[in-house]
């Protein structure tokens, strides 16, 4: 998943948030619920629903953020990837799983987020799930809010749908984002400022997202190319691509505190992590050779090394008085992502289902 601008920037107006809205230029469908959907209680809802969590060594994080979840929504099916991190955080996994009624879903390698998911779906498929939600490892919904969101990807199955994300504390993190493709740069919708030169693409945070089995096979699943981050700006994407539409359900919420997961004790609470900077770095250089012109590519590469600025100053500049190896991630990330780009445009990047993992 990425990181998401901080919507507090911007204006009040909450239409502008719509991620589906005329500003984006992509698709707003009307939704026609049908009478099957009307017919369904919400038990039935989500007794067609798989939910799935992608772990690395987070046993501990889920007994208190999945556990929650299953406990008030005990009619879906859990299921949990655990990317191979340690014999001892395996074996702690599955015996949290096995002790919860969990699927654990089992990779001898670390798949990354969207290789991981991909398998999870893949299992949920196999278990007779129509519906999916997937969630962070850090997220958490409550019954109501995940019955409204199954309820609108049922509704409507080219719909990528997702609730408003809160903080603990209740502070929304997103509600709405876009990426302008002058130069990469990320904002909520409801920011004052202009719009650059070419316009915006809508995505939808994959912090928690509720769709439909058919339209992740329409899109073809999560690219685990990515390994982390960008990776929900792509498939967003690639759903629009499809034919489908991003749907954000506001009277939704999920609690996601983000940062949960990757996190190291020598930082302070607003520094990030070294894995956050690089992958955050090098995939929107990625996500460039992927998906854009070559025009609109040549204005990434010449803002990147101010966009690798902004995404380490996400962590304050505080950090930097005591190390300057985030500095030397992005670097490094930025190199790294010159050369994704280049490999896209020959068309030698490796398939959809392997991870570029960082040397």
């Known amino acids: ?60 994080l889920l007994e208190r953020t999945l556990a929650r979840v299953a406990e008030d929504s005990p009619e879906a099916r859990i299921i949990v990837v655990d990317n191979y991190s340690t014999p001892a955080a395996r074996e702690e996994l599955v015996a949290l799983a096995s002790s919860r009624g969990w699927e654990a879903v089992l990779p001898e390698t670390n798949t990354g987020f969207g290789g991981g998911m991909n398998l999870g779906v893949a ?40 609730p408003v994300l809160k903080d603990s504390s209740g502070r929304v993190v997103s509600d709405g984002i876009v990426v302008c493709l002058a130069d990469g740069s990320m904002r909520s919708r409801r920011s004052p400022r202009p719009i650059p030169p070419g316009g915006t693409q809508p995505w939808l945070s994959g912090a928690c997202l509720a769709l439909s089995a058919d339209l992740f096979e329409a899109a073809g699943g999560l690219d685990a190319r990515y390994f982390l981050y960008w990776e929900d700006v792509d498939f967003s994407a690639r759903v629009l691509a499809a034919g489908g539409s991003l749907a954000l359900v506001r009277d939704a919420v999920a609690v996601h505190d983000e940062g949960g997961t990757h996190s ?42 101010r966009a690798a600025r902004e995404i380490v100053l996400r962590g304050g500049r505080r950090q930097l008085l005591s190390t300057r190896r985030p500095l030397v991630t992005a670097a490094q990330a930025t190199r790294d992502g010159m050369r994704l780009l280049r490999a896209a445009r020959r068309g030698e990047l490796p398939d959809v289902d392997v991870p570029l993992i960082r040397d």
Not at 267 to 279: G, V, W
């Open 1 to 60: 998943m990425t990181a998401t601008p901080d919507p507090a920037q911007g204006a009040e107006t909450p239409e502008a948030a719509d991620p589906t809205g005329p500003a984006t230029g992509a698709p707003a469908k009307a939704v026609e619920i049908t009478e099957a959907s009307e017919a369904l209680s919400g038990g039935d809802l989500l007794s067609r629903t798989a939910v799935i969590v992608v772990s690395y060594d987070s046993a501990a």
């Open 123 to 162: 299992r949920a498929r196999e278990l007779g799930a129509d519906l999916l939600v997937l969630l962070n490892p850090d997220a958490v919904i409550a019954r109501g809010d995940l019955i409204r969101l199954v309820a609108r990807a049922h509704a409507d199955r080219l719909a990528l749908v997702a």
């Open 264 to 305: 190291e004790d020598d930082q302070s609470d607003r520094a990030k992590s070294d894995i956050y900077y690089y992958y955050n770095v090098r995939n929107r250089l990625l996500y460039a050779g992927l998906h854009l012109d070559r025009a609109t590519q040549r204005r990434w590469v010449a803002t990147a090394g």
